[in-house]
């Protein structure tokens, strides 16, 4: 337990480390948060482990603490938590991304206390996600304290982060106006106070407002400075920031106060033209992020996330979308802090449940999302679904997608809404109408169709839809840095086929005016419990690294020379280290003006292409060990060199080479399973059950489990097969990982049709 000032009266007691720790039926350990009980489940491919986790600990309290107003703050809990204090349960929380707090006046005394904190990461259908392509961990993942607070303070229970909501606005003649919002809560004799708010640029007062008040029980204000021609946030050209100070204060004595970082900037986007930070245009060079990393889960450190933030700035990235939920505020901030525009998102995802309690439950995600991230300069839009029409589109989630982009809209009228779509919702969809953007996760060239089939689809989107800004909100290929080939193609999980699907992509968003811009999928590689392809079993492979940054995959070097500033010069294929053939593709991945290359100290080729990617090919190897090098030259003439080693050698290296598995062992092959080479379709009875019918209703009628169990007993096991109940057998059927025939489908209707509901 560690006790911290956080200014003014305001004590924290820091609860991170010495927590008893057990799962179900487990011993305990002493562990210290944030901390993830299923991270290496979670991403080595075995059965990841869902259900509850208990951690206990405690906490001294004085009798002067017990003066002020205590609250519990757990930074995020997944996903679903229920808190006891001295063995009684005051608080249950299901929102599983997002800070909450809990009031503990009426449950706390002198001296040591006990707390527990129960999370539980099973399937439900009352909480967001349903299901998804990424792990699903459990545990307490981020900070816990205790606040003692004073009597009188800003609100701590209203689900944002500060209790004060920040909004800048441009005015005529360059004036901007900076609203500030709040609440105050007194658990004291009513007094007199003001609220004073002070605007710094560099340590330099530039605006100033103090407002009176008569503070009682609970007392809301509103207070505006107006700024003349302020220094600017241009993104990462020149993300400035000033320093705002609201301070609560009685007596001229300041009782607390927030320091909160803000950032003047106007975005328009247009469906011709793109996206305008304060009137420049700005085509976004965007990555995906899950909070995901090598060991631990989503409990990262910030020693990780800032990792990450240099390696998005290495890349030359400018925006960040950060899937599928609320991310942890300290990443935010250094989004801010680097001029990163943020797409900030909840779980709506894949899935919708029919549970109410779950409709009510991702509103209560948006909602905290925008209070808690809403101050960040970087927050560009809020975005409500992904892939929500995946096994099919039906009015209810149209309905569904527009109640939660009008609920979001009214939360927050001055950013934007968004969305992502799957590729199979047609342009002239009605959901494309439902947000202020729509973006489009598009696999050309991997899950469907050719690489060039993007550029395709991007213009035909633009001609049936102008009026609607579009952006490409996921695209990529899974990436083994082990595999290797010479006539690169899709699902061989080589790095030479990574780099093709990139350039494509690239050149195609670059070419494009009216485009917004995209996010590569993904930044690195992440835990996906369910996933074994590639050569590795429990991860989406898709990242520009691996899921521990250890590796930067060739793509990584591409997208770099693509979008940096930064002159380099990079040999793509060094890990292609034994090559059979005589003759080879070298390839160079650069943003310089000149290339030279050179093999054992001989001048090879040379080239003036400033092209990102530069190919020579025919260059000979000798037998044994060959030294390649280049040199890259800048327009001033700085020389850049890289080098790498390759060994040519008599027979072709099978361990490049991906090995499809037995497809017996993971995904039925129902020809032989079941007889299918003669099934007619039948004409359904509406009375009786069917494909058209849920799988989870099905299942509560006895006969259609054994129906359901005949057909699926191999998988009605498995974790995403669970969750699919709420999912009719049609919708199933279009899931093309699970590879089932509609001869099946036609087949289980046979015996289905004979169950009346």
Not at 469 to 493: A, F, R
Not at 580 to 597: D, F
Not at 632 to 641: A, I
Not at 665 to 673: G, H, L, P, R, T
């Amino acid at each position: 337990m560690l006790r911290i000032k956080g200014g003014s009266d305001l004590s924290v007691i820091l609860l991170n480390d010495n927590w008893s720790f057990h799962k179900e039926n487990e011993n305990a350990e002493t562990i210290s948060i944030p901390h993830t009980y299923n991270a290496v489940d979670g991403q080595n491919g075995t059965s990841m482990w869902r259900g509850k986790g208990f951690y206990t600990n405690e906490f001294t309290l004085t009798e002067s603490d017990l003066e002020q107003d205590i609250y519990l703050e757990v930074g995020a809990a997944s996903m679903i938590s229920i808190v006891s204090i001295n063995n009684q349960k005051i608080h249950t929380n299901t929102c599983p991304y997002s800070l909450y707090r809990v009031a503990l006046n009426d449950f706390v005394s002198s001296g040591i206390n006990r707390i527990t904190i129960v999370t539980d990461n099973s399937p439900t259908d009352a909480v967001y996600p349903q299901m998804a392509d990424f792990s699903f961990y459990g545990g307490l993942y981020r900070n816990v304290r205790i606040i003692c607070a004073p009597k009188l303070h800003f609100d701590y229970l209203d689900g944002s982060r500060d209790g004060v909501r920040i909004h800048t606005q441009k005015l005529e003649n360059n004036t901007w106006e900076v609203a500030i919002e709040g609440c105050v809560i007194n658990h004291q004799e009513p007094c007199h106070g003001e609220i004073r708010a002070t605007l710094l640029d560099e340590n330099q007062v530039i605006a100033q407002h103090t407002t009176s008040a008569y503070f009682h029980d609970q007392n809301t204000f509103r207070l505006c400075l107006n700024v003349a021609n302020p220094h600017l946030w241009m993104g990462t050209d020149d993300p400035h920031l000033h320093q705002l100070s609201i301070e609560l204060c009685t007596d001229k004595k300041v009782i607390e106060h927030r320091s909160i970082s803000i950032g003047f900037r106007s975005i328009q986007i247009t469906p011709d033209q793109g996206l305008f930070l304060n009137g420049k245009h700005v085509k976004l060079r965007g990555v995906a992020r899950h909070q995901d990393f090598a060991g631990v889960g989503n409990a990262i450190s910030e020693t990780q996330m800032e990792q990450d933030i240099q390696l998005i700035k290495e890349l030359g990235a400018n925006s960040v979308r950060l899937s599928h939920y609320q991310h942890d505020d300290y990443f935010y901030r250094r989004c801010d802090e680097e001029g990163l525009l943020v797409w900030a998102e909840v779980p709506f995802i894949s899935i919708i449940s029919e549970n109410e309690c779950a409709k009510f439950n991702i509103k209560e995600q948006m909602r905290r999302l925008i209070l808690q991230c809403g101050n960040h300069t970087s927050v560009y839009c809020w975005g409500v679904q992904n892939e929500i029409t995946i096994a099919g589109e039906t009015p209810e989630i149209h309905d569904h997608v527009e109640e939660l982009s009008k609920y979001t809209k009214a939360l927050d009228p001055h950013r934007y809404t968004a969305e992502a779509n799957i590729y199979s919702v047609a342009n002239e969809s009605p959901i494309n109408s439902l947000t202020e953007l729509v973006g489009y996760n598009l696999y050309y060239g991997w899950y469907y169709d050719t690489m060039t089939g993007l550029q395709e689809r991007l213009d035909s989107f633009h001609a049936a839809r102008p009026d609607i800004p579009l952006m490409v909100t996921e695209y990529g290929v899974d990436t083994n840095p082990q595999y290797h080939s010479y006539e690169p193609k899709t699902k061989d999980y080589s790095e030479e086929y990574q780099l093709l699907f990139s350039d494509n992509a690239l050149r195609a968003f670059e070419e494009r005016d009216y485009f917004v811009g995209s996010y590569v999928w993904n930044m690195c590689d992440f835990g996906s419990a369910n996933r074994d392809e590639g050569g590795k079993q429990g991860q989406n492979q898709k990242g520009l690294l691996t899921i521990d940054r250890s590796i930067k995959k060739d793509a990584f070097y591409l997208y770099k020379a693509y979008w940096s500033k930064e002159s380099f010069v990079k040999l793509a294929g060094s890990r292609f280290v034994h090559r059979h053939k005589e003759k080879n593709a070298i390839t160079v991945l650069s943003n310089l003006e000149k290339l030279e290359l050179y093999v054992n100290n001989h001048l090879i080729a040379q080239s003036s292409n400033i092209l990102p990617m530069t190919t020579f090919n025919d260059i000979p190897l000798l037998m044994g060990k060959n030294i390649i090098a280049v040199k890259g030259y800048s327009k001033h003439g700085t020389v850049y060199h890289d080098v790498m080693t390759l060994y040519r050698v008599k027979d072709k290296d099978k361990n490049y080479e991906y090995i499809k598995k037995d497809d017996g062992n993971s995904v039925i092959n129902w020809f032989e399973k079941f007889d299918l080479t003669q099934i007619n379709k039948i004409k359904l009875d509406p009375s009786c059950f069917s494909s058209a019918d849920k799988i989870g209703d099905i299942l509560k009628n006895p006969e259609g489990e054994k129906i359901i169990s005949k057909y699926f007993g191999e998988m009605v096991e498995h974790p995403k097969f669970g969750m699919m109940k709420m999912m009719t057998l049609d919708a199933v059927g279009k899931l093309k990982n699970l590879g089932i025939p509609k001869e099946l489908i036609d087949l289980i209707n046979t015996e289905l049709n004979t169950i009346t509901k």
